[in-house]
């Protein structure tokens, strides 16, 4: 098994919270200085796409209202916790050095993934509560 030296298990720890930071700062910028086009395929078929709501979403995530951020796209919060998951199994794999059978990337997985997400982006077409606002 592969030893890890002690800079790369520090960059496994340190990398991902200074590229949050670097985001975080990245999209305040250009939520207050680039105006974002509508969405096209709204407009023209007044069907929402599978990404309707994904920037309402992070704006209410970054000010912290997860309930809302759920509400204007579930697929934002679905893919930050797949993020933390996939995250943690390499924080695993880097500083505690163990192999361990891996449920995130795993085909089983990802294709029920694919499939409840293809079935929310129809299903919001046709039920109101959970339709972006």
Same mark, same amino acid.
Request: glycine fraction near 6%.
């Given at each position: 098994m592969k030893r890890y030296k002690t800079y790369q298990k520090v960059l496994v720890i340190l990398l991902p919270f200074v590229s949050v930071a670097a985001l975080w700062l990245l999209a305040h910028f250009v939520l207050k +200085? #680039? @105006? /974002?086009?509508?969405?096209?395929? +709204?407009?023209? $078929?007044?069907? +929402?796409?599978?990404g309707c709501?994904? $920037?309402? &979403? #992070?704006? &209410? !995530? @970054?000010?912290?209202? #997860? !309930? /809302?951020? !759920?509400r204007q796209n579930a697929l934002i919060i679905a893919l930050l916790l797949l993020g933390i998951a996939m995250y943690a199994e390499l924080l695993l794999k880097v500083v505690f050095e163990k192999k361990f059978k891996s449920p995130v990337f795993n085909l089983k997985f990802l294709v029920?993934? %694919?499939? %409840?997400?293809?079935a929310y982006a129809v299903v919001r077409n046709f039920v109101p509560a959970i339709a972006p606002i």
């Open positions: +200085y #680039v @105006m /974002l086009p509508e969405c096209q395929f +709204y407009k023209w $078929t007044g069907i +929402y796409c599978p709501g994904d $920037t309402r &979403a #992070v704006i &209410a !995530l @970054m000010n912290g209202d #997860v !309930l /809302l951020s !759920l029920i993934f %694919l499939i %409840l997400f293809s």
